[in-house]
């Protein structure tokens, strides 16, 4: 029989039952499991000494020897990778950082921080799966093996992530960021959606919940290594936190017609009493907000292994815009080749290119090279002479979003791509640009009419046709008013 003495000094007696070290440590152990199932999110993990056996499996045909198939396997796992498979983005992370010595001649850090980043910013990586209530213990439900192995997973990317921009340039962490963006923008609401909690204070570094385990630990509230002292602060600080960038995603996720984003949008405002001030400033901004690319770039590793064009269009608009390219005159097409090196000359028909000439050109893009140039092929080429700084592919691409040729109608895109070519000095841009101040199309904020008389002015002097007809017909018009 146990005795023990109460606060007031009289003896207490425990019936059968010794008080001793072991039966305080299986008490304490007993509540800590039970405190632990209250919160499966946030509770310890207990990883084995071989970093392995805490991944998730592989199937044979991603991490099997593939050195004579090597691109397509990279293609392979790029087209899931950009529809979001998780597990295809942790894998291209690995490939791209060479940590296979049969992957060395790949090896990019810019490309593989992209695809950690996108991983990470991934639900599929940290949205729990095993909801059921197991019985156990007191209730007490352990993660499940999947579950567990993908928040393995996700720490371990962050400590990759951090490794690769911890050595970059701010120019090159920029790259990794604007790739980040561009590849997100794709998706459409849901992508806009995420990258409003990546700027969101209210989430973790990469749009998680706050109470991610991961995200605190990474942030150097989990136990882990903490924030600069642990050497995380370069993966945490990839997307700074700001009111304005995630009111403007949310914004444009609204504007894709998604209702789900539209809800978020109204929470978002009323998650802060200074957040719904910024509604005009954001609705203006979003008017002439572009993506950071007009495609995936199609930069290669020294290798020579190209990326492979993975932005390819979705929906009934893109369809729509691809078939009008036949309104296109095959010339634009042409220049835009012969701008790009790919002919010698600029081909005013789809038949004078060879065979050879298309594959070039598929090559470039990093498509498969089946010598058949596509509408798809022919947009991609006047944006990629746009792209590299061809005036008049920026014009003409100008007008493909104006007018939904080969591209749906975007009137940010369109003024973005008209002002770029009038940066070099092209006279038809002036023109249209002064047309946009003039008339107020949707998507240009500035509507200043003095500086559209001043383009117009200017781009008559220059000698284009339209502009200075238009200014006879002004001057006619003024005329006939002074006679009256």
């Excluded at 397509?72 to 950009?82: K, M, P, V």
């Excluded at 600069?228 to 914004?251: E, H, K, P, T």
């Excluded at 008389?453 to 046709?465: E, Y």
Aim: hydrophobic share 40%.
């Amino acid at each position: 029989m146990s005795v023990f003495r109460g606060h007031d000094g009289n003896a207490r007696r425990l019936a059968g039952w010794p008080i001793t070290a072991s039966a305080v440590l299986v008490l304490l152990l007993v509540v800590a499991l039970v405190l632990s199932a209250c919160s499966p999110s946030s509770g310890p993990a207990v990883w084995r000494r071989d970093p392995a056996a805490n991944a998730c499996p592989r199937p044979a045909a991603l991490t099997g020897g593939e050195f004579n198939d090597q691109e397509a396997g990279l293609r392979r796992l790029r087209r899931a990778a950009f529809r979001g498979d998780f597990f295809s983005q942790l894998e291209l992370g690995d490939r791209y950082a060479a940590l296979r010595a049969t992957d060395k001649n790949i090896e990019d850090p810019i490309e593989s921080a992209v695809w950690y980043a996108l991983a990470l910013t991934n639900d599929e990586g940290y949205a729990p799966i095993n909801r059921v209530q197991r019985s156990g213990l007191f209730g007490w439900r352990p993660l499940s093996g999947y579950d567990d192995c993908r928040a393995w997973e996700r720490r371990t990317a962050y400590r990759k992530l951090d490794s690769h921009l911890a050595k970059m340039t701010l120019q090159e962490q920029e790259a990794v960021r604007d790739r980040v963006i561009y590849v997100l923008s794709t998706r459409d609401a849901e992508g806009y959606r995420t990258l409003a909690r990546l700027h969101d204070g209210l989430y973790g570094p990469f749009g998680e919940p706050q109470d991610n385990r991961e995200a605190r630990e990474a942030l150097g509230r989990g136990g882990g290594r903490s924030g600069a002292a642990g050497g995380r602060s370069a993966a945490i600080n990839l997307f700074q936190r700001n009111d304005v960038d995630a009111y403007l995603y949310n914004y444009l996720a609204v504007q894709t017609g998604d209702v789900g984003a539209y809800v978020l949008l109204k929470d978002f405002e009323r998650s802060s009493p200074n957040r719904a001030r910024y509604a005009a400033f954001v609705e203006a901004k979003a008017r002439q907000w572009v993506p950071p690319f007009e495609f995936y770039p199609n930069t290669a590793p020294q290798s020579g292994v190209p990326f492979s064009d993975e932005s390819r269009p979705r929906g009934d608009a893109f369809d729509y815009a691809l078939q009008r390219m036949t309104e296109l005159p095959f010339v634009h097409v042409g220049r835009a080749l012969r701008y790009l090196g790919v002919t010698d000359t600029a081909p005013e028909r789809l038949a004078d290119l060879s065979k050879r000439q298309v594959e070039t050109l598929e090559a470039m893009l990093g498509h498969a090279m089946e010598g058949r140039l596509s509408y798809l092929e022919m947009v991609r080429a006047i944006q990629l002479a746009a792209v590299n700084g061809s005036s008049e592919a920026q014009l003409v691409l100008a007008v493909m979003y104006s007018e939904g040729v080969g591209v749906p109608p975007d009137y940010a895109r369109a003024y973005y791509w008209f002002v770029e070519a009038d940066r070099q000095g092209s006279p038809e841009a002036r023109f249209a640009i002064s047309t946009y101040f003039a008339l107020g199309v949707a998507g240009v904020a500035d509507q200043d009419k003095a500086q559209a008389v001043a383009f117009r002015l200017d781009s008559a002097l220059s000698g284009f046709a339209p502009s200075a007809a238009r200014l006879q017909a002004v001057l006619a018009q003024v005329s006939r008013s002074q006679r009256r």
